[in-house]
């Protein structure tokens, strides 16, 4: 079944306002666990401050977040908490990405998006950058216009993925901006520079294909630098930092997974096309048990919502897989 689509070419406070009419519909949203955490002075303040940096640095992304919040009638500042994740200390260590070339040197992408499940939490949405361009994301009630995968009319296409990061600064914007300001990147190169322009509370990591020129790139962000590989054969990431020597030394968060699906990515790759990477990505163990498994089930501390791919030889489709209903949907690229 194919998914719901917002077109959302209007201002960004009325975006804003389509977005969360269609959630407010759908979603039951429990805000007391969010007040009881600013019921805390000290961190309503931090809260306030990351509020008003993004009111004064992207104006944009505030106009959003606002429409967001007045049309779920939902308190302001309490819905920008809920995209705060460093204050709230809300973690995500799950979501699984493979890059790789295919025989003919061409490049592929997979990417599985997992998340806690809630009932109604899930569309696409086509939004406008200006008069001539756009770009495509999934939306929910919890997170700003961009989420796991987006791909844009520049033909840039990119999955994030959580990364557990002990160095944070709540001095900076909230990641979740940072990953909202790289989806209207141009270029490979102007999506690395919009990562270094916004300092982010909070690191993650970006696969991006620049589907036009066949390059590939792994992103690391960290709260005050970032770090950049090329790709130039086969790539996997989950939820730790890797670039360099960090890869012999991962940090990952209580009871994660990260390491062992990076491992079995490294272990069952052999297929160098879409349907080889995307069956490494749905592998589940023979005990069917969350701690030795990539694809996320109901009955796992999270699920895996949708698997997301791509590839440069069908620059027309995006393959989109939501598992909990076994539906396989092809989107045309610009929608």
């Known amino acids: 079944m194919k998914p719901d689509i917002l077109y959302l070419d209007k201002t960004p406070y009325e975006n804003g306002k389509i977005s969360w009419e269609y959630f407010r519909q759908r979603v039951k949203i429990d805000t007391t666990e969010i007040e009881k955490i600013l019921s805390d002075n000290d961190t309503k303040k931090k809260v306030e401050t990351q509020f008003n940096n993004l009111k004064?640095?992207?104006?944009?992304?505030?106009?959003?977040?606002?429409?967001?919040?007045?049309?779920?009638?939902?308190?302001?500042?309490?819905?920008?908490?809920?995209?705060?994740?460093?204050?709230?200390?809300?973690?995500?260590?799950?979501?699984?990405?493979?890059?790789?070339?295919?025989?003919?040197?061409?490049?592929?992408?997979?990417?599985?998006?997992?998340?806690?499940?809630?009932?109604?939490?899930?569309?696409?949405?086509?939004?406008?950058?200006?008069?001539?361009?756009?770009?495509?994301?999934?939306?929910?009630?919890?997170?700003?216009?961009?989420?796991g995968m987006s791909w844009n009319s520049y033909g840039i296409v990119k999955t994030v993925n959580y990364c557990h990061d002990e160095d944070i600064n709540l001095d900076n914007l909230p990641r979740y901006f940072s990953q909202r300001h790289l989806t209207e990147a141009k270029s490979i190169d102007e999506m690395i520079a919009r990562c270094e322009e916004m300092k982010v509370a909070s690191g993650f990591h970006i696969n991006a294909i620049d589907i036009n020129n066949n390059i590939a790139v792994s992103i690391e962000a960290y709260s005050n630098w970032i770090d950049v590989e090329y790709i130039d054969d086969y790539y996997a990431h989950s939820n730790h930092y890797i670039h360099k020597d960090r890869i012999n030394n991962p940090k990952t968060d209580v009871d994660s997974n990260?390491?062992?699906?990076?491992?079995?990515?490294?272990?069952?790759?052999?297929?160098?096309?879409?349907?080889?990477?995307?069956?490494?990505?749905?592998?589940?163990?023979?005990?069917?048990?969350?701690?030795?498994?990539?694809?996320?089930?109901?009955e796992d501390p999270y699920i895996t919502l949708y698997n997301f791919s791509f590839d440069i030889d069908n620059k027309n489709t995006i393959y989109l897989n939501t598992y909990l209903d076994n539906d396989m949907v092809e989107l045309n690229y610009d929608l």
């Open 258 to 298: 990260s390491v062992f699906r990076l491992n079995k990515c490294n272990e069952l790759f052999w297929d160098r096309t879409l349907q080889g990477i995307k069956k490494v990505l749905s592998y589940r163990s023979k005990e069917n048990k969350f701690e030795n498994s990539i694809l996320q089930t109901k």
């Open 56 to 147: 004064q640095q992207y104006p944009k992304y505030y106009d959003e977040v606002i429409g967001k919040a007045d049309w779920l009638w939902i308190d302001r500042l309490t819905y920008f908490s809920i995209l705060c994740p460093e204050i709230t200390d809300i973690d995500f260590e799950h979501c699984t990405t493979i890059m790789c070339k295919k025989d003919n040197g061409h490049f592929i992408i997979s990417h599985n998006e997992d998340d806690d499940w809630v009932d109604g939490n899930f569309c696409i949405c086509k939004v406008k950058i200006n008069d001539n361009n756009w770009f495509v994301t999934n939306d929910a009630y919890n997170m700003p216009f961009w989420n």
